[in-house]
């Protein structure tokens, strides 16, 4: 190196620094990969594309669609947008705020046309929803159909 000028040397170290920074950003999206998971409304899981994927399902809970089971631990209902509506299966204690009409976050995978919540957020109403999921109500029609009542 002791023919190269300043300049040169510069930039082979911020090219070399820039190739260790690349390198580290790769790992960590690879390390991540399996934890990362995608919101979707109900008319985007409808189309099929997210069969097996884990992600967020978001909506209403449709009005008449909770079935509990017996022991009261196995629910089923349907997450709505206005648009399409998805049914839910999820095994578990359910939040004190779930009931229908209320907004909801849904963790888990489509499988077989059903989606396998593994973990459900109750939300109070559609002030307290994240941006995408309110996005998808207003699209669907279904927050300017609930507001009217």
């Not at 300043?6 to 190739?19: D, E, N, P």
């Not at 990969?33 to 449709?62: C, H, N, W, Y």
């Amino acid at each position: 190196m002791a023919g190269r000028t300043r300049k040169t040397r510069r930039l082979i170290a911020l090219s070399g620094a820039g190739a260790a920074l690349s390198l580290a950003v790769g790992l960590v999206l690879v390390a991540l990969r399996d934890d990362i998971v995608f919101f979707r409304s109900p008319s985007e899981v409808l189309t099929g594309a997210a069969e097996g994927k884990q992600l967020r399902l978001g909506g209403m809970v449709e009005d008449g669609s909770i079935v509990r089971s017996t022991d009261g631990l196995h629910v089923t209902f349907h997450v709505t947008d206005g648009s399409g509506s998805v049914p839910v299966s999820y095994r578990g204690v359910l939040p004190n705020l779930f009931r229908e009409g209320q907004g909801v976050v849904v963790e888990g995978a489509m499988h077989g046309g059903t989606f396998e919540a593994a973990s459900v957020l109750a939300k109070h109403d559609e002030n307290y929803m994240p941006r995408e999921v309110k996005a998808a109500l207003e699209k669907g029609g279904y927050v300017e159909a609930r507001d009217r009542q």
